[in-house]
């Protein structure tokens, strides 16, 4: 089993920035590749970011490339999302998700361990 709590939400004004975390317990976090979700009400999860169990691959779809950083710190069993720019579609809950596979995916049945989800509100 691992476990996954993000931090780091919370309310910002549009343009400003967030930075999640995702620490992770229970098992060996370099062996997981790590990816970020979004859920805005009334919608379905939706994939955000991800990263390969070693750091050198990632993944962005279109809706946040050039805004948003995703990042691991393997010794500190932390995966960070950067959010930059952030406009008022990015209001959602964030979840951090971890699989163990190499490389990032981007797709959510793939992934087998999810956290409690952290709440991003961007005003306008």
């Known amino acids: 089993q691992v476990q996954l709590v993000e931090s780091g939400g919370g309310l910002v004004q549009a343009g400003g920035s967030l930075r999640l975390s995702c620490a992770a317990s229970?098992?060996?976090?370099?062996?997981?590749?790590m990816g970020w979700f979004r859920q805005a009400p009334g919608k379905e999860r939706e994939f955000v970011t991800a990263?390969?169990?070693?750091?050198?691959?990632?993944s962005y779809p279109d809706s946040v490339k050039g805004r948003f950083t995703i990042s691991r710190d393997n010794a500190k069993n932390t995966v960070y999302l950067q959010m930059n720019s952030l406009k008022p579609e990015d209001t959602a809950v964030y979840y951090c998700?971890?699989?163990?596979?190499?490389?990032?995916?981007?797709?959510?049945?793939?992934?087998?361990?999810w956290g409690q989800g952290t709440q991003v509100t961007v005003s306008s």
């Open positions: 229970g098992r060996t976090f370099s062996n997981y590749a």
């Open positions: 990263i390969s169990w070693s750091g050198a691959s990632t």
């Open positions: 998700a971890a699989d163990a596979r190499p490389l990032p995916l981007t797709v959510e049945s793939e992934y087998t361990f």
